[in-house]
């Protein structure tokens, strides 16, 4: 693998995991103080709406349509490429000012269309007021996400990775500050502490986004990129082929959202339902958060420059290191997760509001979606081999069918399992969106083949897996009255390393990696 693209993965991935680390202490806290009750589910519901748009306009449809055209205009002229950049960034602004205004005017509906089962109690009207405060974060994160797309096409990644974890500080410090001096917090207008809390969180989200567009914008600043617009929106050759683009990107970007929302939707009915399914998210969220954002963010600009330059086995090689990075690291963790759920659930989350109920319902969504995992990633592997070359209408052909899937399944299974169809409906339609792009890119011809080395490694990797998880198991039951008592915290990091020690020690022995490889790029590239 090129020492660049190694350096990019691992600086991406730490920062992430850094981010994904805070994100637990959040929710840790959160837990404490929240738990699952009516507060906690309306700011999480409060919260996943300017995140669903973000992705629908950031990190989706605008960013894997950017990014390309972004990159190969770099190659031949930097002042140019930083000139389209501008454009957008003044298009962005207009279109999402107007946005925010209509989702704040518009929010009871929103917040209907998210959870409907809220229509009939208290978490309506907390749910309303939350989404209003935190909506205009889908501006301030959108503009970051422009901004880190041109720092990551500039192979500039530390500042756009660090800036996640910005947010949770944020988080972290208002609901510390709310504990520590609640007679400060009055002025919030909360009734109670679960309440005030509640409102600190949700005042957070925007400052949050000031904090982390603030970063990447100073950080391209000192790159030499000034992308402030030096004129009104305007619509250029350039930004129409953006949209051209950009719109099947879109649509496919509507429908991953629309099965997230299918998801709530069906947990809306079921009181905590939301809670748990948040919780156990932020649990595999970190693999998939660590690995696949980073395999994404860094893969999506080396291919479209090798696709530029026609380098056919370059692409392949990117594409084969990439998805054994991601299988290597990916397959492992999701063993974990569903050899040792409870264990993790209970000592990350349950305290204060946090229940042992709430424990045993979180330990099962985070099992479906262990089952999952490494779909997730997998798309994260094949989408960049479409935006790359500009194809964004396949990928909405599939997301389609995913949505169907998703739909049939939570909407379909729910009267029967209940709100674990929520979880069910999401894995499978991972499942079948991987197979789907897996067959789309045959056509391509030895670009999106694995070489012999990759192929090689993933049975390795699948048996220092299994094994890994056989000895978690063990190691668990060992554990158990640590797991259970005031040390707890303790025999989970010992659980956790052991695990590691065990899966990194057979990947060696085993063939699966050689950890030389990695030292030695990271080592060239210093």
């Known amino acids: 693998m090129p020492p660049?693209?190694?350096?990019?993965?691992?600086?991406?991935?730490?920062?992430?995991?850094?981010?994904?680390?805070?994100?637990?202490?959040?929710d840790i806290l959160i837990a404490r103080?929240?738990?699952?009750?009516?507060?906690?589910?309306?700011?999480?519901?409060?919260?996943?709406?300017?995140?669903?748009?973000?992705?629908?306009?950031?990190?989706?449809?605008?960013?894997?349509?950017?990014?390309?055209?972004?990159?190969?205009?770099?190659?031949?002229?930097?002042?140019?490429?930083?000139?389209?950049?501008?454009?957008?960034?003044?298009?962005?602004?207009?279109?999402?000012?107007?946005?925010t205004v209509a989702g704040i005017v518009f929010m009871p509906g929103l917040v209907l269309a998210m959870a409907s089962g809220f229509a009939d109690d208290e978490r309506f009207g907390l749910a309303v007021i939350y989404g209003r405060i935190a909506f205009p974060y889908i501006l301030l994160i959108s503009l970051a996400a422009l901004v880190s797309g041109v720092l990551n096409s500039n192979h500039r990644f530390l500042a756009a990775a660090a800036a996640p974890a910005l947010l949770n500080i944020v988080f972290i410090t208002g609901m510390v500050a709310v504990w520590?001096?609640?007679?400060?917090?009055?002025?919030?207008?909360?009734?109670?502490?679960?309440?005030?809390?509640?409102?600190?969180?949700?005042?957070?989200?925007?400052?949050?986004?000031?904090?982390?567009?603030?970063?990447?914008?100073?950080?391209?600043?000192?790159?030499?990129?000034?992308?402030?617009?030096?004129?009104?929106?305007?619509?250029?050759?350039d930004l129409k082929r953006l949209l051209v683009i950009a719109a099947p990107a879109a649509l496919a970007g509507g429908v991953v959202q629309v099965n997230l929302l299918v998801g709530r939707q069906v947990a809306s009915?079921?009181?905590?339902?939301?809670?748990?399914?948040?919780?156990?998210?932020r649990l595999y969220q970190l693999p998939l958060g660590v690995v696949?954002?980073?395999?994404?963010?860094?893969?999506?600009?080396?291919?479209?420059?090798?696709?530029?330059?026609?380098?056919?086995?370059?692409?392949?090689?990117?594409?084969?290191?990439?998805?054994?990075?991601?299988?290597?690291?990916?397959?492992?963790?999701?063993?974990?997760l569903l050899a040792v759920?409870?264990?993790?659930?209970?000592?990350?989350?349950?305290?204060?509001?946090?229940?042992?109920d709430d424990t045993a319902a979180t330990a099962l969504a985070l099992m479906i979606y262990a089952l999952g995992l490494p779909a997730f990633v997998l798309q994260k592997v094949l989408q960049p081999l479409y935006f790359a070359r500009e194809d964004t209408r396949r990928p909405l052909n599939y997301a389609v069918v995913s949505l169907i899937v998703n739909a049939g399944a939570a909407v379909g299974l729910a009267p029967f399992i209940g709100w674990p169809a929520a979880a069910l409906g999401t894995t499978l339609a991972a499942w079948a969106m991987v197979w789907l792009l897996s067959r789309g890119v045959r056509g391509l011809g030895e670009v999106a083949l694995l070489d012999d080395r990759a192929r090689g490694r993933v049975w390795r990797i699948a048996v220092a897996s299994v094994l890994m998880g056989c000895v978690l198991w063990v190691a668990e039951q060992v554990l158990g009255p640590m797991l259970g008592g005031p040390s707890r915290g303790l025999a989970l990091a010992i659980l956790v390393l052991t695990g590691m020690a065990v899966y990194f020690g057979l990947a060696q022995m085993l063939g699966a990696v050689?950890?030389?490889?990695?030292r030695g790029a990271v080592r060239r590239q210093r």
């Open 33 to 99: 103080f929240l738990g699952t009750g009516a507060a906690a589910e309306a700011f999480f519901v409060a919260f996943s709406l300017p995140n669903m748009f973000r992705r629908f306009f950031a990190e989706g449809a605008f960013n894997m349509a950017f990014v390309p055209l972004y990159a190969k205009k770099l190659e031949a002229d930097a002042e140019e490429a930083d000139a389209f950049a501008r454009d957008a960034v003044a298009g962005m602004v207009l279109v999402l000012t107007l946005f």
């Open 292 to 336: 696949g954002i980073a395999i994404g963010v860094v893969l999506l600009p080396d291919l479209s420059r090798r696709v530029r330059a026609g380098d056919t086995a370059g692409q392949r090689d990117a594409y084969s290191r990439a998805f054994e990075f991601s299988f290597l690291l990916t397959l492992p963790s999701a063993v974990a």
């Open 514 to 518: 050689r950890l030389a490889e990695i």
């Open 269 to 281: 009915y079921f009181e905590g339902a939301i809670g748990w399914l948040n919780y156990a998210d």
């Open 341 to 356: 759920p409870q264990s993790l659930v209970s000592v990350l989350f349950q305290r204060g509001a946090f229940q042992a």
């Open 180 to 237: 520590l001096r609640p007679d400060l917090w009055h002025w919030l207008g909360a009734p109670t502490e679960a309440r005030t809390v509640a409102r600190a969180l949700v005042w957070s989200v925007p400052l949050g986004g000031m904090a982390q567009l603030g970063l990447v914008w100073w950080a391209a600043a000192r790159a030499g990129h000034r992308l402030w617009p030096r004129r009104r929106p305007h619509m250029t050759t």
């Open 4 to 26: 660049r693209l190694i350096k990019g993965f691992l600086t991406v991935g730490g920062w992430t995991l850094v981010s994904r680390v805070l994100g637990f202490a959040r």
